[in-house]
């Protein structure tokens, strides 16, 4: 028995040393696996080129081959413009062209200047106002990331190491020479300069050099700040609160009983920016004549007509009216609208207060925000502020995936009342994507449709 159990002892003890030599032998056999991957892994990297890449002799920061060789903004290179002025939406181009010209030379566009007032010729009466009193500036480069980027002035080392550039102008200065500047702007002897300081010219008056897709990704990182937001949110849900009466048919007596069962109910309103002020009324009868087309003006009796022809509007729905209150001297746009459409503009909506104590940038930015989340839309073609906004809503619906923009059945529509559509309506309105400049918005166009199976990848 007892030479049995020593027996039974050396057979364990030996087949502990085995299993404990076999499992060294296999952790020694993942180990110098690891090593091969790693090492064939870096061979394969250094054949493909996907290795870490350098641009020039500077710092530029870049990805790998692995991120489809997008490489990231410098950091330590920048390009200062200048103050940026006229109105909201010419400002919100000027500031995405100078964000691609930062992205053509690589480098950080210093936060520029926008314009708080509306002032078209004398300039050194517009009084400045920062970028982040408008727009969210850690969102915008969280949004953008990889694409533009903003700094501070505070940013910059060295703010005497500084290269100014001269924008040219006139007929001879072609998109062309403009281009040629740019190039010859990313050469040795110019990008050394720590700041590129580009003088002389208004950054919407610049040639236009790039694709509208890319406008639009700059546009889509331009969130307005929380405290503008908040107004935004006030406006909306008092144009919302009106229509639920509107739609149930309460009258102001019934109100307090009523409205609140039915708070949680959604109610879609109609935006309409309507551009009938005397400053623009002018203008437009020039352009039309310059143009040779009559497809530009709309009378206020036009604007109705053609948005109460729109087809899929519900039986009573509340109207809001964008409106440059200061400049309009027609105070009889609340009437003649058919049975149904219930328009309201600022003070009907009791909202006047909300947007006198802000500057004309931010009434404008509110304003913007509210057509822009509009069920329906309405607008001009010719005009920058519609055409900002029809160019955010087709966004909206590329990222919905919808292939069919003319189905009635599409939601956020948008129409240009200056153009006659179908039944007599307005002109059912998106964004061409792939325009190969922003001339058609940055000028307005006649030339507008929807799409019937449209590529949703642009």
């Not at 190491?161 to 190039?183: A, M, P, V, Y």
């Not at 009434?363 to 519609?386: H, L, M």
Request: glycine share 4%; aromatic share 10%.
């Amino acid at each position: 028995m007892e030479k049995r159990k020593s027996i039974m002892n050396f057979a364990n003890s030996e087949f502990l040393k085995l299993r404990s030599c076999q499992m060294k032998s296999m952790v020694f056999r993942c180990f110098i696996l690891v090593i091969l991957i790693l090492v064939l892994r870096t061979t394969i990297c250094s054949f493909h080129g996907s290795t870490w890449l350098t641009w020039r002799t500077s710092n530029w920061i870049v990805m790998s081959v692995a991120s489809n060789l997008q490489y990231s903004i410098r950091r330590d290179k920048f390009l200062e413009v200048p103050q940026i002025v006229w109105g909201l939406n010419n400002q919100k181009i000027a500031l995405a062209r100078a964000c691609l010209t930062a992205r053509f030379l690589n480098r950080t566009l210093l936060m520029p200047s926008l314009s708080a007032s509306l002032f078209y010729k004398e300039v050194d009466l517009l009084k400045p106002m920062p970028f982040d009193k408008i727009f969210n500036f850690e969102k915008f480069n969280a949004l953008c990331d990889r694409f533009v980027r903003l700094g501070r002035y505070s940013d910059p080392l060295n703010h005497t190491k500084l290269f100014e550039l001269q924008k040219g102008s006139g007929r001879k200065w072609t998109k062309e020479r403009d281009l040629d500047q740019l190039n010859q702007s990313r050469e040795e002897l110019v990008d050394t300069a720590e700041v590129i300081r580009i003088v002389g010219k208004n950054p919407f008056l610049w040639h236009d050099h790039w694709p509208v897709k890319e406008y639009a990704n700059i546009f889509e990182c331009l969130v307005v700040v929380d405290e503008i937001e908040n107004e935004v949110t006030k406006v909306i849900s008092k144009i919302r609160e009106v229509g639920r009466m509107v739609g149930h048919k309460i009258d102001a007596s019934e109100k307090k009983e009523i409205a609140h069962d039915l708070r949680d109910t959604h109610v879609p309103y109609i935006a309409v920016h309507m551009w009938i002020e005397k400053d623009w009324m002018i203008h437009c009868k020039k352009v039309e004549q310059k143009l040779r087309i009559n497809e530009i003006c709309s009378t206020k009796e036009q604007i109705i007509e053609r948005v109460s022809h729109i087809t899929g509007i519900q039986s009573r729905v509340a109207v809001y009216l964008a409106v440059a209150d200061i400049l309009l001297e027609d105070n009889t746009v609340l009437n003649g609208w058919k049975d149904g459409l219930v328009p309201f503009d600022k003070k009907r909506l009791g909202v006047l207060g909300v947007y006198k104590k802000y500057p004309y940038l931010i009434q404008s930015a509110i304003d913007y925000e509210v057509c822009s989340r509009a069920e329906i839309f309405v607008g001009n073609s010719f005009s920058t502020f519609s055409s900002l906004i029809v160019l955010s809503r087709t966004q909206k619906l590329i990222r919905m995936r919808l292939t069919n923009s003319c189905s009635t059945e599409v939601v956020y529509p948008s129409y240009a009342y200056n153009i006659l559509g179908q039944s007599g309506g307005a002109k059912r309105w998106m964004t061409d994507m792939s325009a190969s400049s922003l001339v058609g918005i940055s000028y307005g166009t006649n030339n507008i449709s929807c799409y019937s199976n449209w590529d949703t990848s642009l």
